[in-house]
């Protein structure tokens, strides 16, 4: 995950951006990229440093310029990955998370978390810990609150 994180920061720069979408279309050297974005040539270059740390992009000397082409398989693995982000699973309905201590990752915390699936939720008003003892005993019969230490009396 490290590596698509510091992937999504390199492209996170507006000019290293526009440097890609540049040499998705044509293969261009440094001179070509600054008059095109009218920045620096030593600006440019210390981008295409980063976008080839990056692996994003690659140069190859053609007689004494070096043109800069895009790395487009390493742009279909960004996108791989990206998608498989927004294919997983939602955290499951009415898990409580008070006590996950601010962990994201449902799934991998679920033992951290307290089971808080009330059966009438509707009934409940405001946050776990505003709850009357009535709406408690009626969405959770005679026992407290299990999101809560103890339940707020009103």
Do not use: F
């Not at 890609?20 to 981008?47: F, M, N, P, Y």
């Amino acid at each position: 995950m490290s590596e698509l994180v510091q992937t999504l920061k390199t492209l996170a720069d507006e000019t290293r951006l526009n440097l890609v979408k540049l040499l998705l279309t044509h293969d261009l050297c440094v001179g070509a990229l600054a008059k095109r974005l009218a920045v620096s040539e030593a600006a440019v270059s210390q981008h295409l440093k980063q976008l080839r740390e990056a692996g994003l992009v690659k140069g190859e000397k053609r007689g004494y310029w070096t043109h800069y082409t895009v790395e487009r398989e390493k742009l279909y693995e960004l996108a791989e990955l990206l998608r498989g982000l927004m294919e997983l699973p939602s955290c499951p309905e009415g898990v409580c998370i008070k006590k996950m201590n601010n962990k994201i990752d449902c799934y991998q915390e679920e033992a951290k978390m307290c089971d808080c699936k009330c059966q009438q939720p509707k009934k409940l008003k405001g946050k776990p810990g505003e709850c009357t003892l009535e709406q408690i005993k009626e969405c959770h019969g005679d026992q407290n609150h299990p999101c809560t230490e103890e339940p707020k009396k009103k």
